[in-house]
């Protein structure tokens, strides 16, 4: 079969030459073993034979060649398949809302990250202003702000820079050397939208000593803070995901007192 598919090939591609009589060989064998249209001479019978012969060789080469080509871009082309399929998650996250009586109110599949809400910014704007400036004499608390401030810091922003002079600069500005003789309460008064990315806050802070009395009268503060939201990464831990699950990020602020 596979030889006949050859001489099918070959025939399409090479057609027979003309014999001397102006003729084409029929390809019916005669008594004496030669061709119609063949001429006497049995030199050129076995040459016209060896090349037909090793003609039909060469066409079933390239044919299983191509074949074989052909078989083994399907396969590639399956194994590609398989691999993209095998990537693709299988796994459909869902979530599930439900009331303080445990009635499920909404059901949907996580898709995609929505934009962060500007109420949501808002109110990390407002928490990083009063962590920042608070001064308490409860260690764990004051720790627990300052890890709040942090959690909203990258370590390539100037923000971080800033923050770490102020935490660690002067000890009239060092929340630690400061809780050691005042305390400092902060009371939020506007946050206010500059531009998409830039929030001005105003804040009133309250200076009071270690038993409580008011050493000077509250003084008015403005900061300008310029967030940026930071989508999650698979580097992220849970730690920080958990301390900062929106990726909210302060990447420069300025603040002074009002005169």
């Known amino acids: 079969m596979n030889m006949g598919m050859a001489r099918a090939m070959k025939s399409l591609i090479m057609r027979k030459p003309r014999t001397e009589s102006g003729e084409r060989p029929t390809g019916a064998e005669m008594s004496d073993g030669r061709r119609e249209g063949e001429g006497a ?14 003609g039909d060789m060469a066409a079933s080469r390239q044919t299983w060649q191509m074949l074989g080509l052909l078989s083994l871009l399907i396969a590639l082309a399956g194994v590609g398949g398989m691999i993209y399929i095998g990537s693709q998650s299988k796994f459909i ?19 995609r990250a929505r934009g962060v809400d500007q109420r949501v910014i808002h109110a990390a704007v407002a928490a990083f202003i009063q962590s920042a400036r608070m001064v308490s004499p409860d260690v764990a ?3 627990k702000a300052i890890f709040a401030v942090y959690a909203m810091l ?33 009371e939020i008064v506007s946050v206010i939208a500059q531009t998409p990315d830039t929030w001005q806050v ?4 309250t200076v009071r000593d270690r038993q409580g009395i008011v050493k000077q009268a509250p003084y008015r503060m403005r900061a300008l803070v310029t967030v940026h939201v930071i989508a999650p ?13 929106l990726g909210i990020f302060v990447s420069d602020f300025a603040w002074s007192k009002q005169l």
């Open 41 to 54: 001479n049995p030199y050129l019978s076995a040459r016209r034979t060896w090349n037909e012969h090793v």
């Open 93 to 111: 996250p869902y979530v599930v809302e439900v009331d303080k009586f445990g009635q499920t109110l909404a059901v949907a599949p996580v898709d």
């Open 141 to 143: 608390l004051q720790r």
């Open 154 to 186: 990258s370590p390539d922003d100037v923000a971080t820079t800033k923050m770490n002079e102020f935490m660690n600069g002067r000890p009239d500005s060092s929340p630690f050397k400061r809780a050691e003789r005042e305390m400092v309460s902060t």
């Open 202 to 205: 105003d804040w009133t802070e």
């Open 233 to 245: 990464s698979p580097d992220i831990n849970e730690a920080q995901l958990r301390n900062n699950p």
